[in-house]
């Protein structure tokens, strides 16, 4: 069982740098000019996320507006049967 554990292990690990090394290679850009470009586009994700947080709670609100309407509709009917 052990001998099982040690082999998957190993295993594990030589994917890891083999996944690494093929990474490495097949890198487009340098580390730097990777940084550079993930630092300056997080200024538009974070635009991306602020926009998501806005409809967001534009559809909260139409939703509660809507079961409101509902209800209202609901006890209208109630009300005339």
Not at 2 to 28: E, K, M, Q
């Amino acid at each position: 069982m052990a001998s099982d554990r040690t082999s998957n292990v190993l295993w594990f690990a030589a994917g890891v740098s083999l996944g690494a090394a093929i990474g490495l290679l097949a890198a487009p850009a340098s580390g730097a000019e990777t940084r550079r470009y993930l630092a300056d586009h997080a200024g538009s994700a974070r635009d991306y996320v602020d926009r998501g947080r806005e409809l967001y709670e534009k559809g909260r609100e139409l939703a509660d507006e809507a079961a409101h309407m509902y209800e209202e509709g609901r006890h209208l009917v109630e009300d005339v049967s």
